[in-house]
């Protein structure tokens, strides 16, 4: 028992954040479940057979404009990553704190490399410049994070989408009380220990957090967001289109100011490796490193 306790500890290193290490060494930084979660079969099983559905309802929703530029929030298994590039055929930028997580989605876009920028660094504490992309894609990050780390994601989404923008969200819907799978005990005991953190995010309301992140940085939302629900409302996928709506007020600018970070961008263009030179005040910061050999 100590020893598993103690397990987590060894994944501590160049800056993967504490929950991360604790609650997820064995989905997203364990070099064995990395290989043994990337096959679709068993992303499929986790997602109780709505994988194809949630990847078109979220494409569906995609910023195809030419010359719009997508932020992948974090990477996934499966096919997300490559599906965005050609569906979009756009720029995607794709950040994860985990290299190795980084290096496999790397792995799945070789023919667009190009057009696939890969970024390691927290989502809590982006390095990209405020209003820097058209859309950002959030897909199935929020209930992972504890809620002050959600909050720090919420923030910076908010920053780094541009005015005229939008937010794409999917993720698990509200907390589902009529749903049958809901209603069998074992499962929601299990999935609560799996998921330390979903029962927190199922009672969030998602438009209300990134509503009020927005205004931090004098944009809104330009409507209700269009939702798409799907497995009997378990899981949704959530447009939020986004404005800028006002002048900033000088209290939100600084505001804004103090929680922006200041970075250079590392970046992955079909070269060898990036460096980080990374600060963001009162915030982890990760440090200069090469990661990807
Ligand atoms: C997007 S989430 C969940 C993905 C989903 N379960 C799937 O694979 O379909 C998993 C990713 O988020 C990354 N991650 C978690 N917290 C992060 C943070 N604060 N900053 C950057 N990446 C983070 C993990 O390293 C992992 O690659």
């Given at each position: 028992m100590q020893i598993s306790m103690r397990l987590?500890?060894?994944?501590?290193?160049?800056?993967?954040?504490e929950y991360l290490a604790r609650y997820y060494w064995w989905a997203y930084l364990w070099d064995k479940s990395i290989w043994f979660f990337d096959h679709q079969p068993i992303i499929n099983a986790i997602l109780f057979g709505q994988y194809d559905t949630l990847l078109r309802n979220t494409l569906a929703r995609v910023e195809t404009r030419p010359g719009a530029r997508l932020l992948q929030l974090t990477c996934v298994y499966g096919k997300l990553t490559p599906s965005l590039l050609h569906h979009a055929g756009n720029e995607v930028h794709l950040c994860d704190v985990a290299a190795e997580q980084l290096r496999l989605a790397r792995g799945k876009a070789t023919d667009v490399a190009d057009r696939c920028h890969l970024a390691r660094m927290n989502a809590e504490a982006l390095g990209y410049a405020n209003d820097a992309f058209d859309q950002v894609v959030v897909f199935f990050l929020f209930h992972e994070l504890p809620p002050q780390a959600r909050q720090h994601v919420y923030d910076e989404v908010a920053r780094v989408v541009r005015p005229g923008g939008s937010v794409l969200v999917t993720e698990y819907a509200?907390?589902?009380?009529?749903h049958w799978l809901y209603k069998i005990a074992p499962f929601r005991w299990v999935i609560g220990r799996l998921e330390p953190f979903l029962p927190g995010f199922w009672r969030e309301n998602v438009t209300e957090k990134l509503g009020a992140a927005l205004a931090t940085f004098a944009k809104s939302l330009s409507a209700e967001p269009q939702v798409e629900y799907c497995f009997s409302r378990f899981y949704r996928v959530m447009r939020f289109d986004v404005h800028g709506d006002r002048q900033a007020e000088p209290e939100d600018l600084k505001k804004a100011a103090n929680t922006t970070a200041t970075s250079v961008l590392m970046q992955h263009?079909?070269?060898?490796l990036g460096t980080a030179t990374f600060h963001r005040a009162s915030r982890r910061c990760l440090t200069s490193k090469k990661f990807l050999a």
């Open positions: 987590y500890k060894t994944f501590l290193k160049g800056g993967i954040p509200e907390t589902p009380h009529h263009d079909g070269g060898p």
